[in-house]
């Protein structure tokens, strides 16, 4: 491993520090890393993502290097929990060049961003844009329906001298359900949570959702065809695969309905299916053979994911820097149950906090650990041919960077989501490593601002953890037993350690986050 790490040689710390540090790292650690945190969110606003994204030049806009002639003929549909502040700044950018809009949002949003003082992502009064509300909990319903159904009938309508603004987020999906007849939404919602309850993945949830819908799988670029099409996307799915994101509505997918009931036959549910869906399944797909005049949208549409974690994690490392700290990426795409992942970083702490060569076990349990994380081994060498670095040369304070999101197994009732859960596992690992001024720190967020069914997107933590929660009287293992992790750092500090930055508007999964102090260094 040792001749595979030095391949790699970072840049000398001062350079990267930047000429605010002495002012700067008088702040805490833990202060430090809410800063480097809203930095990430704040990079992935939507209508920041939106502005970076369309270049406008007179009568025309530029969109990842693709100019498109605006004539009065532009056409804006969106569907997520962001697209209304995508749509606000698209409407600002385009000006009277946007003829109508359709967006599908989540029940309620407009209210929480006035109440918010979020009015920059509103609409204007006089807007084009029709604003269509739905989706409760997260879940399809008829509003959500209505509106898909609209969006539809807006697409039909354009023409090739046509441009239509596609805008994408999380939870796309279920703002914009269209079932093919006479599939019931209710009927479609059943087959879906009877497959994940079954363990089927996302992949084989999405081609069973795009064989039951008008939309999904290139649905909707196709029936804008012969328009130009472009799709504005802010992922919430790791890897950022266009296909996957809302179920890839711009992103032309064949269907085969021998494939569809091969995964329901593997999970034991042909038998049960409705018999709509039966009916589906058995004759040509709607959008299918009998449309081959209008599915070859090759070259007349474009995707471009616009917002993403990693775009997250580029300007947080900007931050650290600006606060002192050599900032390394270890990846965006971390995954797998948080047993695991707290583990990986709880071992890279102890890697980078060594006052010696740590013991070689260390690193090559690291690697092991890669393939259950989803983390490349390549990337953990990088990794910790830095950490090593900043140990053994002194370069000073280090910030490691990465996202994703883990999973946690529910085993008991309490509150909280996979990032506070993380972070007081990484405070396990971390037990016993307590470097001046209190590092390492580690913080997990997530930036939608909500983690599971609290206020709080996460938490920060540190090797003092297990102590001060002993002082405190809190039995962590029975808290964790009952996934109460909320709970936990409510009562620990008063809740000083929860992470609460309140509604971010925005969603790229989760953002992780180990900050290394300086290393003292044995002289012998």
Known sequence: MARVLSLFRPQPFLALAGRRKPTLCKMSMDSRAREVFAAAVGAVQPDAVVRQSIVRKEDSVTIDGHKFTLKHNLHLVGFGKAVLGMAAEAERIVGDHLVKGIISVPHGIQQTLQQHGKVHLLLKENSCIKVMEGAKHNLPDDDAQKAAEEI???????????????????????????????????????????????????????????ALSFLKGGGLAQFAHPAQVAGLILSDVIGDPL?????????????????????????????????????????????????????????????????????????????????????????????????????????????????????????????????????????????????????????????????????????????????????????LEMRGMKLPPNGPVFLSGGTDGQDGPTEAAGAITDGGLYEEAQAQGLDIDNFLTNNDSYTFFTQLSAGQRLLVPGLTCTNVMDVHMLLIPPIPINIH
């Open 152 to 210: 539809k009938q807006l697409a039909s309508s354009l023409t090739e001298k046509d441009l239509l603004l596609v805008l994408i987020s999380g939870g796309g999906s279920a703002l914009l359900p269209a079932p093919i007849a006479p599939i019931s939404l209710q009927e479609k919602l059943e087959v879906t949570r009877k497959l994940a309850a079954a363990g089927a993945t996302i992949q084989e949830l999405n081609t069973v959702r795009r």
């Open 243 to 427: 296909d996957l994101i809302a179920s890839g509505p711009t992103v032309n997918s064949e269907v085969w309905p021998e494939e569809v009931l091969s995964i329901l036959e593997r999970y034991k549910l042909l038998e049960s299916l409705p018999a709509s869906v039966k009916d589906v399944l058995g004759r040509p797909h709607p959008r299918g053979s009998e449309n081959m005049d209008k599915s070859d949208t090759s070259g007349r549409v474009l995707n471009v994911v616009i917002g993403s974690n990693s775009v997250a994690l580029k300007s947080a490392g900007l931050r650290a820097r600006e606060l002192g700290f050599r900032p390394v990426v270890l990846a965006p795409g971390v995954c797998g149950d948080v047993r695991s992942v707290s583990r990986l970083y709880g071992l890279l702490a102890r890697f980078a906090c060594a006052r010696e060569e740590p013991p070689p076990e260390i690193a090559a349990e690291v690697l092991r650990l890669g393939p259950e994380v989803g983390v490349e081994s390549w990337d953990l060498c990088r990794t910790m041919q830095v950490l090593g670095e900043g140990r053994t040369e002194g370069w000073g304070s280090t910030c490691l960077l990465a996202g994703g999101e883990p999973t946690v197994e529910l085993t008991g009732k309490g509150r909280g989501g996979r990032n506070q859960e993380l972070a007081l596992r990484v405070g």
